[in-house]
């Protein structure tokens, strides 16, 4: 068979580039090379098919899993222009917010352990309140600062007393609204719609759970800036994204915005 120059067989591009004619074979039926056919049926790839399998080659040798390299290449069909940078630049980012989840629930872990030694050996109800203790300082320690230069000193103070003074039965039921509020951030994403009622519930769990905090007087505007600054903080970002998938974070703004609008 005469090849045209600028064309090649499925044997050349296997020798040129070292990967084998099986595993070409397993990228056409994956989507990520589309050579074209003889009227005989065989596969001519072209310059661009070449650009493409370099592409996956890079990607692979870096021990990215298929998957993600199939998501990264339905970007951009053009294999020189700067999407497929622009994907690969947002999973790395996505990466290091994981990376920073993943250091959070290191340390929300070791408070748990040291918790959990603290408490050894106390009457229960002197343990609850140190674990209500020691959530007030973990969120100090984490947000306090800013939330008082934000909220001013009365406010914080007046929520963490808000806290201190509730029972066991009211600290449990906020801890699995806390909970609560991640799994229905899943189920309102998978409508991919803000307005949508399971969005709308989101909404009303979120705005429930902040009231626990802040207490009932908490201004709508007050609240709808408070849930807007989650995007511009990346342990906001990392925690709601991190429970619920990327884009779970703007997912949540666009719920609480389209409950306010109504």
């Known amino acids: 068979m005469t090849t045209p120059s600028n064309l090649m067989t499925i ?5 040129l ?20 056919r003889t009227e005989s049926g065989y596969r001519l790839y072209s310059k ?15 021990g990215l899993p298929l998957a993600t390299i ?3 290449l339905s970007c951009t069909d053009d294999v020189d222009s700067p999407s497929l940078r622009q994907a ?17 629930a290191i340390r929300r872990t070791q408070a748990a ?32 600062q800013e939330a008082r230069q934000r909220y001013g000193n009365d406010v914080i103070e007046q929520s963490n007393a808000r806290m201190m003074a509730l029972t066991k039965d009211e600290w449990d039921a906020k801890e699995l609204l806390e909970e609560s509020i991640k799994v229905q951030l899943r189920l309102a994403m998978a409508t991919n719609d803000a307005a949508s009622s399971e969005a709308q519930e989101l909404a009303r769990m979120h705005k429930r759970w902040i009231t626990v905090h802040w207490g009932p007087g908490f201004a709508d505007e007050t609240y709808l800036g ?6 511009a903080d990346p342990r906001f970002t990392a ?4 429970a619920a998938g990327e884009g779970a974070t703007k997912f949540l703004v666009e719920a609480v915005e389209a409950a306010h609008a109504v």
């Open 239 to 242: 925690y709601y994204d991190g």
């Open 11 to 15: 044997g050349q591009l296997s020798e």
């Open 70 to 72: 199939g998501r990264l």
């Open 113 to 144: 352990l040291n918790a959990v030694e603290r408490i050894q050996g106390m009457e229960t109800k002197n343990a609850f309140e140190e674990l209500k203790r020691q959530g007030l300082e973990a969120f100090e320690h984490e947000y306090g």
């Open 17 to 36: 580039s070292g990967v084998s004619a099986r595993t070409l074979r397993f990228y056409e039926e994956k989507g990520f090379l589309s050579p074209s």
């Open 226 to 231: 408070l849930v807007r600054g989650y995007l």
């Open 48 to 62: 661009r098919d070449e650009r493409r399998l370099a592409q996956i080659v890079a990607m692979r040798s870096c």
């Open 88 to 104: 690969l630049t947002d999973h790395l980012r996505t990466l290091r917010e994981q990376g920073n989840s993943l250091q959070a």
